[in-house]
């Protein structure tokens, strides 16, 4: 597992650590106590937010976790059990953070997947029946029920599970391998990951909203002084004109901290383009009626309608 790969997930929670962090040092004195509160009085709005910052983090930071180190589901055979068992491989693991990997149990993932072979023959077996009931007429049914070979392993697996080229396994209701998790996303797992998103969108909404009045005032006197040019007219950075990093370096130096306005510079696009882009990340699962990303992409192997068995 290379360097990218295992550092990847510690940076997205080090933008989350940095964003919560950013509310104690910086916004709850310049922008909560100086916009909601009167001067050197504790109101309710910072209890509220003092409770709504950390419950957005603590809950970003566990479902992140949990989408890193929780098996998403593996296909494992019997045979397979039986070489660990003889200690014919001990290189089994997967996903993680930081240099940190989960070590697949092969006795658990085999019991989900014969769980999983079981499921799918009583569902295909209620589907013939139905299909017997209605004088023979064969419905076409998307996902099939129906047990699959892999192509890439050969390994005989259970409907709906799917080769992730990544982790080179067969993985139970593969949706995608998710490379800022370090894992794939599949039927354990899949909620931890929709539950991410919507506690990052959550949070950087609420972000945006805490702090959107205040950096209009701010971009606003920039645009008075300098003229409408926010990618550059003082420092050129081309990046909403905020100090390169060695300026922000000595600033912290000499002075233990960074100025607030430019903190809120910073914070406030991050959340911003960080929310508007997992938005559209999560709308199409919300659209999946059932499915995962994969079957979704592959519907159009299908010729006329389907019926999703499996549709919630």
Known sequence: MDFVTTVRPFFGLSLTLICVSSYYTTFRESVVRMRWCREDEE??????????????????FINYLRCCFESPGFVVEKSELQNMKNHVRDDYTFGGCCCLTSRINLAREHARSEEAFKEHAELEKQLQDADASKGGVKIVYYPSPETTVCKKSGVTRPARAHYCRVLERNVLEYDHHCPWVNNCIGKYNYRYFIQLLSYLIGGCLYGVGLLGAEFYVVMRRHFVTYGFRPLGARYTTGLLDLPPPWALLDQYRSNGRIDDEEVLRMAFPLMAGVGLVLCLIILPHLRLGGLTTVERLGRHDIVGLAVNPYHR
């Open 43 to 60: 109101c309710s709005w910072m209890w509220l937010h003092d409770l709504l910052v950390p419950f957005f983090g603590l809950n970003i």
